[in-house]
């Protein structure tokens, strides 16, 4: 344990001029530490002198507990080397102290943990939405990351509140102009700390507690737990061939969840004539668009559209962009573009709310795209995606034929695997798990009663070699149970 942190903890409990003095005191605590196995085992104590000159107290004092708990055996003497606990006490901590009566999560705590379950691993085949981190260009990263330290201002340490470093939101606005038709300015960008925090940004400030919200069904359960943690109403709308389906819904929303250009997990892309639909449906219920572009950079299409936002003539589509899936989850860098009217708001309540993530990565993350790596990355990962995905179909052509339907594909870095219904994807997701395979069921992905069976499967961040291996052992099972 460190002196200073020993120290922070004996000194509220040595009480002067009580019945017990200050020496059985020290020995009492410092035993009770030792049996606890909080004094790790063999870990030095700090030398009498320096603990008496910490704790204001006489050396003497200090002396007279350090020989009662060597007398005892808690404690043992190294000559010329100091005081140290002794090993005797490496398996014999206190017992556990009694249970605490179990307390339970709101109804609200166990819908949101039921969203929140993670994956068992972090890697593997199939697991959907992590990019390929192995060809990530980490040398021109470090170099920006080291020129925005050592020009960083010192304004930079303090909480900021600027909706973003203004670099990045230069950079971020022309991008997003070039390659997705954003039209926005600077000032229109709010960088936020990921996906989520906008999400939650958006659901707290545009609607209140009971308000209804569309999202798409099958759809992003990060969306439907920002949805469901702000209280809404949330209303599942049907995904079909041409994306969400708005008039199968009659309910009235304050917010439409889509994500047009590869909707999530089906993959289908909306065209312009469902988008043009879902903008009067919004303009006739007075409702926001969330319009969620999270792989958008990927599309394997010769002539990819544009994003909704360049379509909307009411300033009421917000477009949601991340960075976890072109640069690398940890960056933890997402970014909203908002109606002008919003921005004030939005900037205001994130720094109470959230907080605005450190101007140093914003830095080198501006300084990435001036430079041109953020293209180039871009365009890498993009063929590489485009080489993966045909691996896979290839591969479970070869050895599943026509019994494993694949849908989707145009963009993005995952595949739907449709599976007969009454399949049970739990099932089959563990006994996967049980031969190192990452299988996510479609079910998860639904609000309601799935209507349909199916596999996510990522592809993006499994290597070449390992993709015919993973698909021939996903056959194995599956042919086990058709």
């Known amino acids: 344990m460190n002196r200073d ?11 002067r001029g009580q019945g017990e003095n200050l020496s059985r005191q020290l020995y009492r605590h410092l ?32 002396l007279a507990a350090y020989e ?7 404690l ?29 999560l709101s109804r609200r705590g166990v819908q949101l943990q039921a969203y929140s379950r993670l994956p068992a691993s972090k890697f593997g ?22 020129r925005s330290q050592r020009t960083a201002p010192l304004e930079w340490m303090h909480y900021q509140r600027e909706g973003g470093l203004q670099a990045l939101r230069h950079a971020l606005a022309e991008y997003l102009f070039l390659t997705r038709s954003v039209r926005c300015s600077p000032e229109q960008i709010l960088v936020t700390s990921g996906t989520q925090v906008g999400l939650a940004l958006i659901a707290k400030l545009l609607a209140d507690p009971g308000d209804i919200a569309w999202l798409e069904e099958p759809g992003y359960t990060g969306a439907q737990a920002a949805m469901l943690e702000a209280g809404l109403a949330c209303r599942p709308v049907p995904v079909d061939q041409h994306g969400l389906a708005p008039l199968s ?42 319009e969620d572009d999270y792989d958008g950079e990927f599309s394997h299409t010769a002539n990819p559209l544009a994003a909704l936002q360049s379509l909307d003539q009411d300033n009421r589509v917000i477009y949601l962009g991340t960075f976890s899936k072109v640069m690398f989850p ?6 909203l573009v908002l109606p002008p009217e919003l921005v004030e708001a939005f900037r205001h309540c994130q720094a109470r709310l959230h907080g605005e993530t450190g101007y140093l990565h914003q830095a080198a993350l501006a300084d990435f795209i001036e430079r041109g790596h953020f293209a180039q990355h871009i365009r890498n990962m993009r ?26 594909g145009e963009a993005g870095m995952h595949l739907l695997a449709n599976l007969p219904l009454g399949f049970d994807e739990w099932e089959l997701q563990d006994a996967a798990a049980k031969q190192g395979l990452w299988l996510r069921p479609l079910a998860r992905h639904f609000l309601g009663k799935a209507d349909r069976n199916g596999l996510v499967l990522g592809y993006a961040a499994v290597p070449d070699e390992r993709i015919a291996p993973a698909s021939q052992a996903l056959a194995r099972l599956l042919e086990s149970r058709l």
């Open 5 to 15: 942190w020993l120290c922070s903890y004996l000194k509220p409990r040595l009480q």
């Open 31 to 62: 035993r009770e530490l030792i049996r606890q196995t909080r004094l790790a085992p063999g870990s030095a104590v700090p030398a009498s002198r320096q603990l008496a000159e910490a704790l204001a107290l006489g050396r003497n004092t200090v």
């Open 68 to 74: 009662q708990l060597i007398a005892e055996g808690y």
């Open 76 to 104: 043992e003497s190294r000559h010329g080397s100091g005081t140290y606990v002794c090993q005797a006490f490496a398996s014999t901590a206190s017992p556990a102290p009694a249970a605490l009566p179990r307390r339970e």
């Open 125 to 146: 085949a199939f697991i959907p939405g992590q990019p390929e981190l192995a060809r990530f260009p980490h040398q021109q990263w470090q170099k920006c990351l080291a």
């Open 249 to 290: 819904c009659a309910a009235s929303p304050k917010l439409i969840y889509a994500t047009p250009a590869h909707q999530y997990p089906t993959g289908v892309i909306m065209g312009l004539a469902r988008r043009l639909e879902l903008l009067q449906t919004a303009r006739h219920h007075d409702s926001w668009i969330i």
């Open 330 to 335: 940890a960056l933890k860098l997402g970014y």
């Open 383 to 408: 063929e590489l995606y485009a080489h993966r995905q045909h691996l896979l179909r290839t591969a479970m052509a070869r050895y599943l034929g026509d019994a494993l339907p694949i849908s989707g």
